[in-house]
C-alpha cells in the first residue's frame, strides 16, 4: 500500500508559478495510476490532472489546459505538479492520489484509493 504526501503549496501572486511535490513511500509509484484534485470549501473534491498507463498517458482538466503539467520521477519516487500563470480561481487546497488501477479517461475522486493529507495553494490578485 503506497503512502502519498504533498509539499510545495503556498501563496503566490496571479501570473506566478508553483511545482507542487507528492512523494511516495511503501510502494512503486509506477504501479498505481496517479492524479491530483483539488478543493474549496463548500465543493466537491475537483480532477485536475491524471498520468497513467506507466506515464504514458496524461490527462489535465480544460481550465489548467496549457498552465498545469503533471509528471512522475521514478528514481524518486514522485508525482509533480508544476503549476505556471496562476489564478485566483486556483486557489484550493491540493491533494495527490493513486488508483490501484489505470483509467483510461480523467478519473472521478471516487476512483482513487490512496490520498495524500492535501497542500494548500493560495492564489492573490
Known amino acids: 500500500q503506497v503512502q502519498l504526501v504533498e509539499s510545495g503549496g503556498g501563496a503566490v501572486q496571479a501570473g506566478g508559478s508553483l511545482r507542487l511535490s507528492c512523494a511516495a513511500s511503501?510502494?512503486?509509484?509506477?504501479?498505481?495510476?496517479l492524479a491530483w484534485f483539488r478543493q474549496t470549501p463548500g465543493k466537491e473534491r475537483e480532477f485536475v490532472a491524471a498520468?497513467?498507463?506507466?506515464?504514458?498517458?496524461?490527462y489535465v482538466t480544460e481550465s489548467a489546459s496549457g498552465r498545469f503539467i503533471i509528471s512522475t520521477d521514478n528514481a524518486k519516487n514522485t508525482l509533480y505538479l508544476q503549476m505556471n500563470n496562476l489564478k485566483p480561481e486556483d486557489t484550493a487546497v491540493y491533494y495527490c492520489?493513486?488508483?490501484?488501477?489505470?483509467?483510461?479517461?480523467?478519473?472521478?475522486?471516487?476512483?482513487?484509493?490512496?490520498w495524500g493529507i492535501g497542500t494548500l495553494v493560495t492564489v492573490s490578485s
Open positions: 511503501g510502494d512503486t509509484i509506477s504501479n498505481y495510476g
Open positions: 498520468i497513467m498507463f506507466e506515464g504514458s498517458r496524461t
Open positions: 492520489a493513486a488508483s490501484d488501477s489505470d483509467s483510461p479517461r480523467e478519473p472521478t475522486w471516487h476512483a482513487m484509493d490512496y
